[in-house]
């Protein structure tokens, strides 16, 4: 088609139109990444629709889907764009199976009762909608595909989110008012959002359903001041009937988008439409956001989502080989899971790299080169194994301190702006709940919550307390506490400031923290 003119796309195309358009992109894909990437990943796809400018691709399972996208979307509209009048994106679509007895639902049905996965309650009888019609109103709603209850696999880590999600998608406005997620990144809080969003719309198909970050809904915001069009911005959110919103953090410091809101947020509960709120952080932790929407987002039920365990990571792993269809072995899925610790996205990383390499090979792999194919993930995971008595050591040691005198009352500057840090280190690196970060310095949680956010705060402010920061985080990251204490350098910007150990108020604005105790 090189020498032809561009595909006029207001005229939908014929199948042999899409057909002939995919091998002639096909070979260009071929020419630009090899012949075995090309193999690997694009073998299957299928050209299936062209609408609008949108080029809808069909992949031959969820992997595929979403590795394509995320690491060949730009290519694949350049090549397009070579081909028609107009390539303004692309969709990806996965192809239905069919379900047999030997099917992936069937070997899940297997897992043994270790894995923990809770079923799903019995569904109710629901008004019935085509599937396809399902996926337009999802994907109009902002609902990602791939993100569904029946693939979500809870453990020990997630059980309260996971009943609590369930509860939403059955009864919304009833139960919890809002739900709130939240966790470290990675770790299935946006899963349950788009998860509650397509079990309810499946249930009630003509609801009116808004997926969005907190990012978006500024955008929208600040576009419809700009457009002179706020009644219309208020009344698509305020007239949802189920409200989710990903990243909340992003609400902290912005004022005027707080205010904005605030209200639709009350315009909500007052019809008991649903609203669901996902974030990095507990409500309390946001910074600089509005106490009346801290108490509001504190009203119904906050969930947290923790790092899942031996035994749930494998058995997340076990379902999505099953769902992307890969040639991975139970013993090469222990292997994984036992050296890599990190969040969902990274074992997810794991597998696919370990899949690829089983894809090429042509001798099945030996479980025990797994660490050598995944050297430089499990590196990077193995932070994860932190405790707290290890952070404060590395904290202690830099700031040139014994560990006593963090644990202690002492608070001048130095020692204040260490204990600081070293709770804001184990919030971060550690799955500690605030009531225990508390215990292990005798402290209340309220001082841990004030320090969190302090650091928080003075590290966008500071290069200096960033920097830090920083470097203590990735030198116990990378090996525990064997952190050069600041003696054995010629100076530490970081502390030459307190050499003096003058009182704290007298210091540059690193507050005490026995104001907060």
Request: charged share 25%.
């Amino acid at each position: 088609m090189h020498n032809t003119q561009p595909l006029d796309c207001s005229i939908p195309p014929k199948k042999s139109q899409l057909k002939t358009l995919w091998n002639s992109v096909s070979a260009d894909l071929r020419s630009e990444l090899g012949d075995s990437t090309f193999d690997l990943w694009f073998s299957e796809f299928k050209l299936t629709k062209i609408e609008n400018g949108l080029v809808t691709l069909r992949a031959p399972g969820s992997m595929y889907s979403i590795w394509v996208e995320e690491n060949f979307k730009e290519i694949l509209i350049s090549i397009f764009q070579k081909y028609l009048c107009v390539c303004s994106g692309i969709i990806f679509e996965v192809t239905s199976k069919t379900k047999s007895k030997g099917s992936s639902s069937a070997k899940r049905s297997r897992r043994s009762k270790k894995d923990k996965p809770t079923k799903l309650k019995p569904r109710v009888l629901v008004e019935k909608v085509s599937e396809q019609r399902l996926l337009e109103r999802g994907r109009l709603a902002g609902l990602v595909e791939i993100f569904r209850f029946d693939n979500f696999v809870p453990g020990d880590n997630s059980e309260l989110a996971w009943a609590a999600a369930q509860a939403v998608a059955e009864s919304p406005g009833k139960t919890y008012q809002p739900l709130f997620f939240h966790s470290a990144c990675g770790l299935g809080k946006t899963h349950l959002l788009h998860g509650i969003g397509w079990e309810s719309l499946r249930r009630r198909p003509k609801s009116k359903i808004i997926f969005v970050t907190a990012e978006q809904f500024a955008n929208d915001y600040i576009d419809a001041i700009q457009k002179n069009s706020l009644v219309s911005f208020r009344k698509k959110y305020r007239e949802a009937d189920l409200l989710l919103i990903d990243d909340v953090q992003f609400l902290g410091r912005k004022e005027g988008l707080q205010q904005e809101f605030f209200h639709t947020f009350n315009s909500l509960a007052d019809l008991r439409k649903q609203i669901v709120l996902a974030s990095d952080c507990p409500a309390s932790e946001i910074n600089q956001l509005e106490d009346r929407l801290v108490s509001r987002f504190q009203w119904g039920l906050s969930a947290e989502l923790n790092r899942p365990g031996l035994e749930t990571r494998a058995a997340i792993l076990r379902c999505k080989r099953d769902d992307w269809n890969m040639n991975v072995s139970d013993e090469l899925i222990n292997a994984i899971v036992e050296r890599v610790n990190g969040n969902v996205r990274v074992l997810e990383g794991a597998l696919i790299r370990v899949a690829m390499v089983a894809t090429m090979n042509e001798e099945p792999i030996d479980p025990g080169n797994v660490g050598e194919i995944l050297s430089d993930i499990c590196g990077a995971a193995s932070g994860c194994q932190l405790g707290a008595d290890e952070i404060k050591q590395g904290v202690a040691e830099h700031y040139d301190l014994e560990l006593s005198v963090l644990n202690g009352k002492k608070r001048t500057a130095r020692i204040a702006e260490a204990r600081q840090v070293a709770m804001y280190l184990i919030r971060v690196l550690t799955e500690l709940s605030l009531v225990e970060i508390a215990a292990s310095f005798g402290k209340d949680h309220g001082t841990v919550i004030y320090a969190v956010k302090r650091i928080k705060s003075k590290c966008e402010t500071s290069a200096s307390l960033k920097n830090t920061v920083e470097l203590i985080k990735r030198r116990l990251v990378r090996g525990g506490s064997s952190i050069e204490s600041p003696r054995s350098r010629r100076g530490n910007p970081a502390t030459d400031r307190f050499k003096g150990n003058e009182p704290l108020e007298k210091s540059s604005g690193m507050a005490s923290d026995n104001d907060h105790d």
